[in-house]
């Protein structure tokens, strides 16, 4: 019984080692970085699979699962909400509607611990350098990136897409839902 247990054992590790190498994670103790997975695709800002603009069908084909919807309720984007699961983090989708041709418009990744906040302007700056810092429109003296606890990254050529980091809270990935 105990040789048979310690092959088993064995086997697992054998076969689980590979991926959890793909994924460049150690044991329980890794965690997602949204960050790190946030690119941009044919001139959108993305998530992984998910592209800003994309339709309630693409998405849901995407997660291979149907989307449930509530309320918006987040201040800029107030459309239908679906909580999904992807790439082993938790998020919030924004639609500028419910019909299956609707448009994505704002994906909401929250941190699961809160994050040093360099760190993650250097991990998506690097992941899209064609990001530039925006000073709010709602401040009377901008403040400067440095300074900036809630800083928003544009892309140069849209300013309408973008993405706002909250180092306690999270990322928006959004089409001008930053307000």
């Not at 001139?43 to 919807?69: D, I, P, Q, R």
């Not at 994906?107 to 992941?127: C, G, M, N, S, Y």
Request: one cysteine or more.
């Amino acid at each position: 019984m105990p040789r048979v247990l310690l092959t088993a054992m064995l086997l697992v590790a054998t076969l689980t080692a590979p991926v959890r190498a793909l994924h460049g994670q150690r044991g329980a103790a890794a965690r997602p970085r949204p960050e790190n997975a946030v690119s941009l695709v044919g001139g959108k800002l993305a998530w992984g699979k998910l592209v800003l603009g994309m339709t309630v069908k693409e998405v849901e084909s995407v997660l291979h699962a149907g989307l449930v919807f509530r309320p918006g309720g987040g201040a800029g984007c107030t459309g239908p909400e679906a909580e999904v699961e992807w790439q082993k983090q938790r998020a919030t989708l924004t639609f500028s509607g419910a019909e299956a041709d609707s448009r994505l418009v704002d994906i909401f990744v929250p941190f699961l611990t809160p994050r040093d906040l360099p760190e993650v302007v250097t991990a998506l700056k690097k992941q899209v350098p064609v990001l530039r810092y925006e000073p709010s429109p709602h401040e009377v003296s901008p403040i400067s990136e440095k300074d900036n606890l809630k800083p928003l990254y544009v892309l140069r050529d849209d300013a309408q897409q973008g993405v706002l980091i909250g180092p306690d809270e999270g990322l928006w990935i959004s089409r001008g839902c930053w307000d």
